[in-house]
């Protein structure tokens, strides 16, 4: 079974500019959280969704934003770019949820988003 | 508030000897407690995940680990390290918010470098 697959695997953006990653889940899981990660901050939890809900929601700011589509797969934008959001964007898919019962999250590789 | 402390970020071992990584958390209930993996440039795999039962777990790649209540740690453990082991290690609770599964706190990790 494949796994969590993000694209792409770098970018590069500028700031005041907005980027969108994607996320594509394992097959057969339905919900879907996003983390950032940071050498200063480390694993910062920012949304989850689940059957195309937003269920849950870390403490970022608006310009964080995220959706999820019928076939789970999932999106996250943010809006006008600053140097602190230079980090590593981790997806996480799971069956029910984030972290609890038998549905342990399985992490992507990332998308790691520089900003200048 | 809930939180996750791993007391050491730099470890170094020696191949071949024995290993313990510290996590302590903060819940008021019984927490879901994971230990996850990172490999340079690399997503987070699950090690092994305690839910309730039976305190002593067991995980992938010869890794345990032991919940103890009391003190309100996670230790994970290894009795012989091997040279592929060298990465970071991430202690986490998983949330349980009534229907919703919540979202995970992170330690900010064990970085383990392991001498030949």
């Known amino acids: 079974k494949a796994g969590v697959t993000q694209t792409p695997r770098y970018l590069i953006k500028t700031r005041g500019q907005q980027v969108t990653l994607s996320c594509s889940p394992i097959?057969?899981?339905?919900?879907v959280s996003w983390y950032q990660q940071t050498p200063g901050q480390g694993l910062q939890f920012l949304f989850e969704?689940?059957?195309?809900?937003?269920?849950n929601k870390g403490n970022f700011p608006g310009r964080f934003s995220g959706r999820q589509f019928s076939n789970s797969r999932s999106e996250m934008n943010v809006s006008t770019l600053e140097l602190g959001d230079s980090a590593l964007y981790l997806c996480?898919?799971?069956?029910?949820?984030?972290?609890?019962?038998?549905?342990?999250?399985?992490f992507g590789n990332g998308t790691r988003l520089t900003v200048t | 508030a809930q939180s996750v402390t791993q007391p050491d970020i730099h470890i170094t071992v020696s191949e071949g000897a024995s290993l313990e990584l510290r996590c302590n958390y903060s819940?008021?209930?019984?927490?879901?407690l994971f230990w996850y993996v990172q490999s340079p440039g690399q997503g987070l795999q699950l090690l092994l995940k305690?839910?309730?039962?039976?305190?002593l777990v067991q995980g992938i790649k010869g890794f345990e680990a032991e919940f103890k209540r009391s003190q309100s740690s996670f230790n994970l453990r290894k009795p012989s390290v091997h040279w592929s082991d060298a990465a970071e290690y991430f202690c986490?609770?998983?949330?349980?918010?009534?229907?919703?599964?919540?979202?995970?706190?992170f330690g900010k990790g064990t970085k383990l470098s392991v001498k030949p």
């Open positions: 996480a898919s799971s069956l029910m949820g984030t972290g609890g019962g038998n549905s342990p999250l399985h």
């Open positions: 819940y008021g209930a019984t927490p879901y």
């Open positions: 305690y839910f309730s039962g039976d305190t």
């Open positions: 969704y689940f059957s195309e809900t937003q269920r």
């Open positions: 986490a609770v998983g949330l349980n918010y009534g229907g919703s599964q919540g979202n995970l706190i």
């Open positions: 097959s057969g899981h339905r919900s």
